[in-house]
């Protein structure tokens, strides 16, 4: 009995020195001397999470304007892209595909609708990441437009030293942009002088330069419109270029009071006519005006001024000197009264032999100022140019 406890006891004192040398890990028992144990342990590497997928598009949140047709790049750094899903109106799904370049639709989106884009990726562990963005398709586009410019004066053209550059335009210019219009107006000089712009009219834009043409001025007026977005309409075919050149210095002074025209040329006067201007109640306008355009024949009839039956014929060498109608022309049925008293309907009659040598004399541009009626040029076409101050022009 005795030998036989001494037995266990020895077994008993070796297990618990094999114990001794052991350690219990997580739920695992390693063998060995404690101290070289734990230098493995502190030794063994940790690895380090996976890195975040992340996801780089080429529109910012809420972006606009894209084309029905768009193909959006996408891409994933630290991982793999997982799935693209589409929205349209309703939830509904877009059919799409992804290329090299990015996810495009199948079929193109519609016009002026917004959309939904949900990109899936996961990182190199398998964790997914959901990144979203709206975006929204651009209005159809109209179709393009031609604007078509009236210049005058016309291209070639010899006038006065009045003349003030004039832009018709086909369609009107809206006043947000009537700068970006005439920014794109381009008044170029052989003596170059200060110029201003004024619009008349959403469709009417002049420019004059600050003191009369010099004669032997040449003047090119250029637009660059082409690329222009009017009302949605892109701008084409519209581009234009037009020279005139300055030949004389004619400058005719009309005076109510001693009913006498003086005409002179390059400063020198060369002509005394007898004249009729505007009586009481149909007054001339006083001013710096200037040639418009000439005509052999113009009917004229007063129902357009408000009084029918005053007059409606055909009158002869007709020199326009304003939009309103007024006129210096022939007056074959008032020569007693030329040179002697006002009578006329607001025009400037004369006789129809100095009519007809101012009629061949005149040209678009020259300068007549008018005196003395009472009644001072309006701010319209055709008579305000030269008559609005410089600072206000």
């Given at each position: 009995?005795?030998?036989?406890?001494?037995?266990?006891?020895?077994?008993?004192?070796?297990?618990?020195?094999?114990?001794?040398?052991?350690?219990?890990?997580?739920?695992?028992?390693?063998?060995?001397?404690?101290?070289?144990?734990?230098?493995?342990?502190?030794?063994?590497?940790?690895?380090?999470?996976?890195?975040?997928?992340?996801?780089?598009l080429d529109f910012v949140p809420s972006a606009v304007n894209l084309a029905p047709k768009p193909v959006i790049p996408i891409s994933v750094s630290n991982g793999r892209l997982v799935s693209v899903t589409v929205l349209g109106a309703g939830a509904q799904p877009v059919a799409g595909q992804l290329t090299a370049s990015g996810w495009t639709p199948v079929a193109p989106l519609a016009w002026a609708s917004p959309y939904q884009m949900r990109v899936v990726v996961a990182n190199a562990t398998g964790h997914k990441e959901v990144i979203q963005r709206a975006f929204a398709t651009m209005r159809r586009p109209l179709p393009p437009l031609q604007l078509t410019t009236t210049v005058s004066p016309s291209n070639g053209q010899g006038v006065g030293e009045g003349a003030v550059v004039v832009l018709d335009f086909s369609v009107p210019i809206p006043a947000s942009l009537q700068a970006v219009v005439q920014r794109d107006v381009l008044v170029q000089m052989s003596q170059p002088q200060p110029g201003k712009f004024l619009w008349f009219s959403d469709t009417e834009l002049h420019w004059r330069p600050q003191h009369f043409w010099p004669v032997g001025e040449k003047v090119t007026v250029s637009g660059r419109f082409n690329g222009l977005s009017l009302g949605g309409h892109r701008v084409e075919n519209s581009n234009f270029v037009s020279t005139f050149t300055v030949v004389d210095n004619h400058v005719t002074y009309v005076n109510a009071l001693t009913h006498m025209a003086l005409v002179y040329n390059n400063g020198k006067l060369i002509r005394r006519e007898p004249v009729s201007l505007g009586r009481p109640g149909f007054p001339t306008i006083s001013g710096i005006l200037v040639v418009l355009f000439k005509a052999p024949s113009v009917?004229?009839?007063?129902?357009?001024?408000?009084?029918?039956?005053?007059?409606?014929?055909?009158?002869?060498?007709?020199?326009?000197?304003?939009?309103?109608?007024?006129?210096?022309?022939?007056?074959?049925w008032d020569i007693y009264d030329h040179g002697v008293a006002n009578v006329s309907f607001g025009c400037i009659e004369q006789n129809p032999g100095d009519s007809l040598w101012f009629y061949n004399f005149s040209r678009p541009g020259d300068i007549i100022i008018v005196q003395h009626t009472g009644l001072a040029a309006g701010a319209i076409n055709g008579e305000a140019d030269w008559n609005i101050p410089w600072s206000q022009y």
């Amino acid at each position: 009995m005795v030998a036989s406890t001494d037995r266990r006891r020895k077994r008993g004192r070796l297990t618990l020195g094999l114990l001794a040398g052991a350690i219990l890990v997580g739920g695992l028992l390693f063998l060995g001397s404690r101290s070289s144990l734990m230098a493995r342990l502190v030794a063994a590497p940790v690895a380090a999470p996976a890195p975040a997928a992340t996801v780089s598009l080429d529109f910012v949140p809420s972006a606009v304007n894209l084309a029905p047709k768009p193909v959006i790049p996408i891409s994933v750094s630290n991982g793999r892209l997982v799935s693209v899903t589409v929205l349209g109106a309703g939830a509904q799904p877009v059919a799409g595909q992804l290329t090299a370049s990015g996810w495009t639709p199948v079929a193109p989106l519609a016009w002026a609708s917004p959309y939904q884009m949900r990109v899936v990726v996961a990182n190199a562990t398998g964790h997914k990441e959901v990144i979203q963005r709206a975006f929204a398709t651009m209005r159809r586009p109209l179709p393009p437009l031609q604007l078509t410019t009236t210049v005058s004066p016309s291209n070639g053209q010899g006038v006065g030293e009045g003349a003030v550059v004039v832009l018709d335009f086909s369609v009107p210019i809206p006043a947000s942009l009537q700068a970006v219009v005439q920014r794109d107006v381009l008044v170029q000089m052989s003596q170059p002088q200060p110029g201003k712009f004024l619009w008349f009219s959403d469709t009417e834009l002049h420019w004059r330069p600050q003191h009369f043409w010099p004669v032997g001025e040449k003047v090119t007026v250029s637009g660059r419109f082409n690329g222009l977005s009017l009302g949605g309409h892109r701008v084409e075919n519209s581009n234009f270029v037009s020279t005139f050149t300055v030949v004389d210095n004619h400058v005719t002074y009309v005076n109510a009071l001693t009913h006498m025209a003086l005409v002179y040329n390059n400063g020198k006067l060369i002509r005394r006519e007898p004249v009729s201007l505007g009586r009481p109640g149909f007054p001339t306008i006083s001013g710096i005006l200037v040639v418009l355009f000439k005509a052999p024949s113009v009917f004229m009839n007063s129902a357009t001024i408000g009084y029918p039956g005053l007059y409606a014929e055909n009158v002869y060498n007709d020199v326009a000197i304003s939009s309103d109608g007024y006129f210096m022309h022939s007056a074959n049925w008032d020569i007693y009264d030329h040179g002697v008293a006002n009578v006329s309907f607001g025009c400037i009659e004369q006789n129809p032999g100095d009519s007809l040598w101012f009629y061949n004399f005149s040209r678009p541009g020259d300068i007549i100022i008018v005196q003395h009626t009472g009644l001072a040029a309006g701010a319209i076409n055709g008579e305000a140019d030269w008559n609005i101050p410089w600072s206000q022009y």
